[in-house]
Antibody, heavy 121, light 110 residues
Framework: EVQLVESGGGLVQPGGSLRLSCVGS????????MTWVRQAPGKGLEWISH????????DYGDSVRGRFTISRDNAENSLYLQMNSLRAEDTAVYYC??????????????WGQGTLVTVSS | EIVLTQSPGTLSLSPGERATLSCRAS???????LVWYKQKPGQAPRLLIY???RRAAGIPDRFSGSGSGTDFTLTISRLEPEDFAVYYC???????????FGPGTTVDIK
């Protein structure tokens, strides 16, 4: 069974940093692209970052580019999100998800349970 | 930049009724790039439909997707209690790589 477990969320002051982790199990982690998606309280879903299986190609949403860095350690079956210069508007539940390609379609096929990040003084 | 609009914002229906949810893109997109997810309160989203009309594994056949160009539709033929949730459409673009979600449609119990 595919499992993704996020951790590292918590309360941080504006301007601070936090590192989120996502550990995958039940599949060959190194064979899959991964992504981070967030959801502010009571709001919709926002894609924030993507990393290909080898870890070399990375993409970011406009709202986090230059502040957040995605990375992975395939030996540890782990995905990371380093978040710097945090703002109140970064407050959200952060989900990691596994990408699957079905032909030309790319989907977020498995999701973790999410970890809450609260940015507040 | 492609923007997705979903309508209505909220759909109030009774179990057994038919639900029709709309997703409109600001410019024409390929069928393969349009995906639908379902999210229940306190849970992670779940993949429903990919390629605009293909059901993901384990998704019952009362869920169907259709559309092309800029207009896409998710239809739930007969609402079951577990179908009351928020539904998001999503666009995938490859150049540059971007994933854009619509604002969501809430299907709640009338």
């Amino acid at each position: 069974e595919v499992q993704l477990v996020e951790s590292g969320g918590g309360l941080v002051q504006p301007g601070g940093s936090l590192r989120l982790s996502c550990v995958g199990s039940g599949f060959i982690f190194s064979g899959y692209s991964m992504t981070w998606v967030r959801q502010a309280p009571g709001k919709g879903l926002e894609w924030i970052s993507h990393i290909e299986s080898g870890g070399y190609n990375k993409d970011y949403g406009d709202s986090v580019r230059g502040r957040f860095t995605i990375s992975r350690d395939n030996a540890e079956n782990s995905l990371y999100l380093q978040m710097n210069s945090l703002r109140a508007e970064d407050t959200a539940v952060y989900y990691c998800a596994r990408l699957i390609r079905y032909g030309d379609s790319v989907v977020f096929e498995s999701w973790g349970q999410g970890t809450l990040v609260t940015v507040s003084s | 930049e492609i923007v997705l609009t979903q309508s209505p914002g909220t759909l109030s229906l009774s179990p057994g009724e038919r639900a029709t949810l709309s997703c409109r893109a600001s410019q024409s997109v390929s069928i393969s790039s349009l995906v639908w997810y379902k999210q229940k309160p306190g849970q992670a989203p779940r993949l429903l439909i990919y390629g605009a009309s293909r059901r993901a594994a384990g998704i019952p056949d009362r869920f169907s997707g259709s559309g092309s160009g800029t207009d896409f539709t998710l239809t739930i033929s007969r609402l079951e209690p577990e179908d009351f949730a928020v539904y998001y459409c999503q666009y995938y673009g490859n150049s540059p790589r971007v994933f854009t979600f619509g604002p969501g449609t809430t299907v709640d119990i009338k």
